[in-house]
């Protein structure tokens, strides 16, 4: 090691080696295993920690109670079987002495103490540029040079400090839980008065009440929290280890929370009585916390199924807390179940009925100050001996942002990070080469089992630098495109569940001033996994690699489509069912219309009506859907999709819902004569047919005469686009705008987006074919009513055209947007991003949709807000 004055601590000294291969900031689990598998591989290392011995955040929170929350058969390594054999995990959640004895064990085992600097902060870290090498600065002020610097520095390692008035003026005994004293505390006798209801505080009050004369509960918001069945490990979960440990390792990684457990896909929101009760009851009675947020399929996305989870727990406190008050004052309700940390419990809610422990509502009465003495809220004072803080901690980011960072072109992680953290894969940042996180913000980290999490991130990160040796290369470094792909996808996946409606810690709330990002991956272990794996698979896709080797860059971004598309095409393919243009055209409507009884219904509205209305070859089947507010309202007439040959007037019914609710119109859905029995231009007249009857009797349906819009589905979006082009040449009826939904606009099958998604994205390139050759000859679909791209576009009523990025149209939806703008029609294009065709119609199966037709709602009635305008 050099020290600063013979000159290495700043930029510019490249010649030589560095002083080690990897430093490692943190000995914990990350680090140990690091450490490890660094050493094994040939790397030589050095790791730092500010603690006196190794054990990461079981070295500091020694407070009573502390344990870990996941099954102590599965927050374990796994990468040694002799180290799994040498170790007995005496209970299903082991306690803080045991989990750090078995940490201890392991740096006994591998000799891993002698490459760690205790005691010791890293303080800085400088990128330079020249000798591709970090130079690490300590609180001794030491400087190590590195060619890789990984932060294995914890994700709830940095305690918050307490933002209440007047902390420093206590005259008691003061204790943080993330910093308990190593010689344990004694309350016997004492007043303790406990903040913070978070895990730590629920570990931690059932058992200082055990020892102290009084103690006050001061809580801000309560948790939700249920038994944690604590005991010896799980027979059920050592059965299966012993049966085949590598499998039921295997399983862990291909599992959403990194342990083998039940996976549901019972919907809350639709289950039968006796299934929810049998189910919500097996939660409680389980003592895991997957138990909890896995209740229901939909636990996480359905306010409805979450609700159900979350009475549950507030029943179930109702029935242990004698109390009313304080049962009330325990049941969270200003947010649902799972989007604040849950929590496994001994004893807690109990705990309230024991004579000498109160809790404090601070939303009822808030701590104006700490005084020398206690605590004092809004009407009470608290005289009290110690005060203990489980306020928690700056999560995910806090350690990192705790060292100055400044890596390629001077450029800071601090200033990098200023609006929220980014990563590629919470792996890496651009910008900050040969930079490693493990368990950054963007992977699953804390939303996983943490053992789990930890071995994958280090197997990527140590089998990135073996590759990077091996092909005789110096740095990676993720590219800005790809890291804004990942950031884009950590997004787009949290956002279709309940959890950003939430303040709390994971959204970094829960720290004044921190930027509001939701932080760790929702999207599961076995997803990320994925992820992970097809990056490396794709010559490590979206770094950028360089050194005497070569420079590659092989830019991009892993994961565009949406998460939850991703998810219904796997589901897709899991039921093998035939192709659709396999099949005969009535077997073909009879499966999709199975499944179309199978989606959710889509939302409630004020009233259904069935009814008929001629058509050029006999009577066309309508259902119409009025708004629940009184009328008169718009009038939508709507044509479903379908290929021209699949489908009726209920086929889009979740969608006409849909559009009924979010433009508060008469949703008018009628049917059609299908291909291939009636060809074209047999769909054409019946859409024209049903343009002008539902003009003409708008009154009658509880419309406004004048206020019709035209929308439409695929080949509906198709039909409705030609009648629309009819009724300016005919010289009505009169149209406000169309809505074209992924639109069937001319079938060519030259544009890109027909290659790229040819296959396995539901709407095939081979069923489009089918559709067409069902519906019309090769000769007639340069017919503007076949193919409304070739016809006039001037003068057409405005349109929205909603266009989905893997569909196999979206390029001629895209073209019909575009030459209606060259003809002068005000158009908006909504893109779908990550969506896929079926996407739109979709209400309720595919959430992330729901910005989509929001958008194109919102597009729309600008569009006829401004018409309505120019019209004076
Ligand atoms: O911290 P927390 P934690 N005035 O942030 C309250 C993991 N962990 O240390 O919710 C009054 O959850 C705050 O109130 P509010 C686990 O992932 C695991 O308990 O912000 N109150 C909250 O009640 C966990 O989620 C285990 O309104 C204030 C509490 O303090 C994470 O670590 C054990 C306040 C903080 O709760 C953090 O848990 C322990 C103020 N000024 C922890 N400021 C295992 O079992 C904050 N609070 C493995």
Not at 34 to 59: I, M, P
Not at 158 to 176: R, T
Not at 756 to 785: H, I, K, Q, V
């Amino acid at each position: 090691m050099l020290d600063e004055a013979a000159g290495t601590g700043g930029t510019g000294v490249t010649d030589g080696a560095p002083d080690v291969d990897v430093v490692v900031v943190g000995a914990g689990f990350s680090g140990l295993y690091l450490l490890q598998r660094l050493r094994r591989l040939g790397f030589t290392v050095r790791a730092y920690d500010t603690a006196d011995d190794v054990g990461g955040t079981w070295y500091w929170n020694r407070y009573p109670g502390a344990r870990c929350d996941i099954p102590t058969t599965d927050y374990t390594f796994s990468f040694d079987p002799e180290l799994e054999a040498s170790w007995t995990w005496s209970e299903k959640y082991a306690c803080q002495p045991e989990i750090l004895g078995y940490l201890n064990h392991v740096a006994d085992r591998y000799d891993l103490r002698r490459d760690i600097e205790f005691a010791t902060a890293v303080t800085a870290a400088r990128w330079d540029a020249a000798g591709s090498r970090w130079a690490i600065t300590t609180d001794r002020g030491d400087t190590v040079t590195c060619r890789w610097y990984v932060m294995a520095s914890g994700c709830l390692s940095v305690p918050k400090p307490p933002d209440i008035p007047g902390v420093d003026a206590f005259g008691g005994d003061v204790y943080l839980t993330g910093r308990w004293p190593h010689e344990g505390v004694d309350f016997t006798g004492l007043r303790v008065a406990v903040i913070g209801t978070g895990s730590s505080g629920i570990q931690s009050i059932p058992l200082i009440a055990a020892q102290a004369d009084s103690v006050t509960v001061f809580q801000r918001t309560p948790n939700f929290s249920i038994p944690a069945r604590n005991g010896p490990p799980p027979p059920e979960r050592l059965a299966a280890l012993a049966d085949d440990r590598a499998a039921y390792r295997a399983e862990a990684r291909r599992s959403r929370g990194g342990m083998p457990y039940e996976v549901t896909e019972v919907m809350g929101a639709t289950a039968s009585d006796e299934v929810r009760r049998e189910r919500l009851e097996g939660a409680w009675a389980k003592g895991e916390l997957f138990a909890l947020t896995g209740v229901f399929a939909d636990e996480i996305t359905d306010p409805v199924s979450n609700a159900l989870v979350g009475d549950m727990v507030r029943d179930k406190i109702r029935g242990i807390v004698d109390d009313p008050a304080t049962a009330e004052a325990l049941c969270p309700t200003t947010y649902p179940v799972a989007t604040k940390r849950p929590c496994l419990d001994t004893d807690y809610y109990a705990t309230f009925n024991l004579p000498h422990v109160r809790l404090v509502d601070l939303r009822r009465q808030p701590i104006t100050t700490i005084t020398g003495s206690g605590v004092e809220t809004a009407g009470e004072t608290f005289e009290v001996d110690a005060i203990v803080y489980a306020t928690g901690f700056d999560a995910m980011t806090g350690a990192l942002a705790s060292v100055d960072i400044v890596g390629r072109d001077g450029r800071t992680l601090r200033d990098h990070w200023a609006d929220g953290p980014s990563t590629y894969l919470g792996l890496m940042s651009e910008g900050f080469p040969n930079l490693f996180m493990i368990t950054g913000p963007g992977s699953p980290s804390v939303l996983a089992n943490m053992a789990v999490a930890i071995e994958q991130h280090v197997e990527f990160v140590t089998d990135a630098l073996e590759m990077l040796r091996d092909r005789d290369l110096e740095t990676i470094e993720p590219t800005a495109l790809a890291e804004a792909g990942w950031n884009q996808h950590v997004a787009d996946t949290v956002a279709i569940t309940l959890l950003p409606r939430t303040d709390s810690w994971y959204m970094g709330a829960n720290v004044p001033g921190k930027p509001r990002v939701f932080l760790p991956y929702i999207g599961g272990v076995d997803r990320y996994i994925d992820a992970c794996e097809e990056v490396v698979d794709r010559d490590h896709l979206g770094f950028r690699l360089s050194g005497p080797g070569g420079d590659q860059c092989n830019d991009g971004v892993v994961r565009r489509m949406q998460y939850d598309v991703m998810l219904l095409i796997e589901a897709m393919d899991a039921l093998g069912l035939p192709p659709l243009e396999s099949l005969a055209p009535a077997d073909a409507r009879a499966l999709m219309a199975g499944a179309s009884a199978l989606y959710p219904p889509g939302p409630e509205v004020g009233d259904v009506v069935d009814g008929t209305l001629p058509g050029p070859a006999g009577p066309l089947a309508y259902r119409l859907l009025r708004p629940a507010t009184p009328g008169p309202h718009p009038v939508v007439l709507y044509l479903h999709g379908g290929g021209w040959t699949v489908g009726d007037q209920t086929a889009d019914e979740p969608l006409c819902r849909d559009l009924c609710v979010r433009t508060e119109s008469v949703v008018v859905s009628v049917d059609y004569l299908h291909a291939p029995e009636h060809p074209f231009p047999a769909a054409a007249d019946d859409a024209w047919a049903a343009l002008t009857w539902v003009a003409d009797h708008a009154a009658e349906l509880g419309g406004t005469p004048g206020r019709l819009t035209v929308a439409g589905y695929s080949a509906g979006a198709n039909l409705v686009a030609g009648a629309a082009q009819r009724a300016r040449d005919e010289g009505g009826p009169s149209i406000d705008a169309q809505l074209l939904l992924c639109p069937v606009t001319d079938g060519t099958t030259e544009r890109p987006s027909w290659e790229e998604n040819r296959e396995g994205r539901m709407l095939t390139a081979s069923l489009m074919r089918w559709f067409w050759d069902n519906y019309c000859g090769r000769a007639d679909r340069t017919d503007p009513r076949a193919s409304p791209l070739l016809g006039n576009l001037a003068g057409l009523p405005p349109a929205v055209v909603v266009t989905a990025e893997f569909d196999p149209l979206r390029d001629e939806g895209a073209a019909y947007a575009e030459a209606l703008a060259a003809a002068g029609v005000p158009v908006r294009h909504v893109v779908g991003r990550g969506q896929v065709h079926t996407s739109i119609p979709l209400v309720g199966l595919i959430i992330s949709a729901a910005a989509v037709r929001a958008e194109a709602v919102a597009a729309l009635s600008g569009l006829t807000r401004a018409t309505a305008d120019a019209a004076g």
